[in-house]
C-alpha cells in the first residue's frame, strides 16, 4: 500500500508561484510513477503533469507546459510541482497519485491507483 499526502496549497495573486509537495509512504519512490491532477469546481478532473521513474520521462499538459514543473527528490520519498505565472483558471484541489506503471502518456486518471487527499489551489484576479 503507498499512501501519498499533498502540502504547500494556498492562496496567492495571480502571476504568483506555488510549489506543492507530495510526500510518498513508499520506501524507495523511484519505482513509482507519479502524477498531478487537479479538479475545479464542476469540472472533471485534469491532468497536470507527470514523472514516470519506469520511462525516465517528464509530461505536462498543454495549459500547464511551461509554466509548471514536476520534480522528486528520491531521498526525501517527495514528489513537487512548482507552479509560476499562476492564472485564475488555475484555482482547484491538487492531488498527486501514483502507480507503478503509468503507460506511455501517463495523462489518465484510470492510469494510476494511489491517491491522495488534494490541497486547494487558490488565484485571485
Known amino acids: 500500500q503507498v499512501q501519498l499526502k499533498e502540502s504547500g496549497g494556498g492562496l496567492v495573486q495571480t502571476g504568483g508561484s506555488l510549489r506543492l509537495s507530495c510526500a510518498v509512504s513508499?520506501?524507495?519512490?523511484?519505482?513509482?510513477?507519479v502524477g498531478w491532477f487537479r479538479q475545479a469546481p464542476g469540472k472533471d478532473r485534469e491532468f497536470v503533469g507527470a514523472?514516470?521513474?519506469?520511462?525516465?520521462?517528464?509530461y505536462y499538459a498543454d495549459s500547464t507546459k511551461g509554466r509548471f514543473t514536476v520534480s522528486r527528490d528520491d531521498a526525501k520519498n517527495t514528489v513537487f510541482l512548482e507552479m509560476n505565472g499562476l492564472r485564475p483558471e488555475d484555482t482547484a484541489v491538487y492531488s498527486c497519485?501514483?502507480?507503478?506503471?503509468?503507460?506511455?502518456?501517463?495523462?489518465?486518471?484510470?492510469?494510476?491507483?494511489?491517491w491522495g487527499q488534494g490541497t486547494q489551489v487558490t488565484v485571485s484576479s
Open positions: 514523472d514516470s521513474g519506469s520511462a525516465a520521462k517528464i
Open positions: 513508499r520506501r524507495t519512490i523511484n519505482v513509482l510513477d
Open positions: 497519485a501514483a502507480t507503478y506503471y503509468c503507460g506511455t502518456s501517463c495523462d489518465r486518471v484510470g492510469d494510476y491507483v494511489y
